[in-house]
């Protein structure tokens, strides 16, 4: 009888209609972490009243982009607790505001709730809305980091629990003025991310077990900028854009190969993880600081070619800019779009970009992604706007409003989350919900 049944079964499995799905967005800026969406047979402009919604679902605050992988969708939120509210000033972080953070596993498809993880976590931070992190898809665990510092690991499918850190209480790290923003990093058997506290800046766990693998580095705060992995010198190494330095580190160790001093501002503002240029680093931050070092060829080692040299390259606010063939395109904290030369630094072009208006505010975002021989800019407004990079300059193809601002910074409405783009559609949230567009030709 029981091999009977396990032939109907095979037989239905194999008569059961095969699902192509697309490719996946796994973590911040997608799958090879460089905003280069890869799949083929996406539109050339939107249709007229713009791209299909395919489903929305209700999310609260937060900054953090959605990442899918597997069919289904994960994103991070934060619930106000009943009578709570925000402060007036975005700055305060005296007043402690009662929230809940979750972690919400969507279906990719239909954008139905899957599995919820939530827990409770006051917020005394600067842009109090919610988690900033996207969260980490890979080999069938989920990896979210909240504002306050609490590090989780799950499974993707079921929503347990495998391990979690506070750091907090295990590091005794403090918030930066805007909590933890910098997007933890897969290296093989490991999950690095920043941490702050002493001697542990920079912190690597098993990406299995959550035991601490090494840390490194002691920083007054522990900054916003994404570590990244190149090689120079013969040696893999791990960049750290941290406040008060840009320093180097064996990824398996964590030894320090060398430092040099890098002071964004007093809140240590950098938020681009550095750029590879040739044989050159760049990184920048607000307000107007930026840092150029040469990789050394026979060792791990540099030279410094400027460092917060004024009205060269470019100062990212919450953006991270993109190079292609040479130039370096980006959203400076001024509220332009720049198209610049490195290793001189040179700006060869400025524009309002995807973003638009006369006279910029300062600190204007568009979350840029590559897909063919265009861009996919997805601006504050609301707007995800198709369009070119050229050494000539910008060159919009076509916009649609696609969802609301809902936060708010500099006296306007902002939607400061990066989308993500998989299976031919787009996955877009506010403070509100979260959508799915439909970008397949």
């Excluded at 305060?92 to 969507?106: A, G, I, W, Y």
């Excluded at 505010?361 to 021989?373: H, I, L, P």
């Excluded at 407004?381 to 050229?390: E, F, N, P, Q, R």
Aim: some cysteine.
């Amino acid at each position: 009888m029981w091999v009977r049944k396990t032939v109907l079964l095979a037989l239905t499995v194999l008569a059961a209609p095969v699902v192509a799905r697309g490719d996946d967005w796994p973590q911040w800026m997608g799958p090879k972490r460089d905003n280069v969406w890869r799949e083929t047979g996406i539109i050339d402009k939107f249709p007229p009243g713009g791209p299909k919604v395919l489903w929305r679902t209700p999310v609260a605050g937060g900054y953090a982009g959605p990442a899918v992988s597997g069919g289904k969708v994960y994103v991070t939120d934060r619930v106000l607790a009943k009578g709570a509210a925000n402060p007036a000033d975005p700055f305060d972080t005296k007043t402690k505001v009662n929230s809940t953070e979750r972690v919400l596993c969507l279906d990719q498809r239909t954008g139905k709730e899957l599995w919820k993880h939530e827990y409770e976590c006051p917020y005394q931070i600067s842009y109090p809305a919610g988690p900033r992190c996207t969260p980490v898809v890979h080999e069938g665990k989920v990896y979210a980091l909240g504002a306050m510092g609490h590090f989780m690991c799950f499974e993707a499918d079921t929503g347990k629990v495998v391990w979690e850190k506070n750091f907090v209480k295990d590091y005794k790290a403090k918030p930066a003025l805007w909590g933890w923003a910098a997007h933890p990093l897969i290296d093989g058997k490991k999950i690095v991310t920043l941490v702050g506290g002493a001697g542990s800046h920079v912190v690597a766990f098993d990406k299995d077990t959550g035991k601490e693998v090494w840390k490194a580095g002691d920083m007054p705060e522990q900054g916003y900028s994404p570590v990244m992995i190149t090689e120079a010198g013969g040696k893999r190494q791990m960049i750290v854009a941290a406040p008060k330095a840009v320093y180097s580190l064996d990824p398996e160790t964590g030894e320090q190969y060398w430092t040099t001093p890098y002071s964004p501002n007093d809140f240590g503002y950098a938020v681009m993880t550095p750029v590879r240029v040739g044989d050159h680093l760049f990184v920048a931050g607000y307000p107007a600081k930026n840092l150029l070092v040469k990789l050394t060829a026979d060792k791990p080692g540099i030279e410094v070619v400027f460092n917060n040299k004024k009205q060269t390259a470019l100062y990212p606010g919450s953006v991270q800019p993109f190079l292609l063939d040479g130039l370096l395109y980006g959203y400076d904290d001024s509220g332009m779009m720049y198209a610049v030369e490195l290793p001189s630094g040179k700006r060869v072009w400025e524009d309002a970009g995807p973003v638009g208006g006369e006279k910029p505010k300062g600190s204007e975002t568009a979350f840029m992604v590559k897909n063919g021989d265009r861009f996919f800019f997805f601006a504050e407004t609301g707007d995800l706007v198709i369009g070119k990079l050229t050494p000539k300059g910008y060159e919009e193809i076509d916009r649609a409003k696609v969802i609301p601002p809902t936060n708010a910074a500099f006296g306007r409405k902002v939607v400061w989350c990066a989308p993500a783009y998989a299976d031919k559609k787009a996955y877009i949230r506010n403070d509100k919900e979260i959508i799915c567009v439909d970008l397949a030709k």
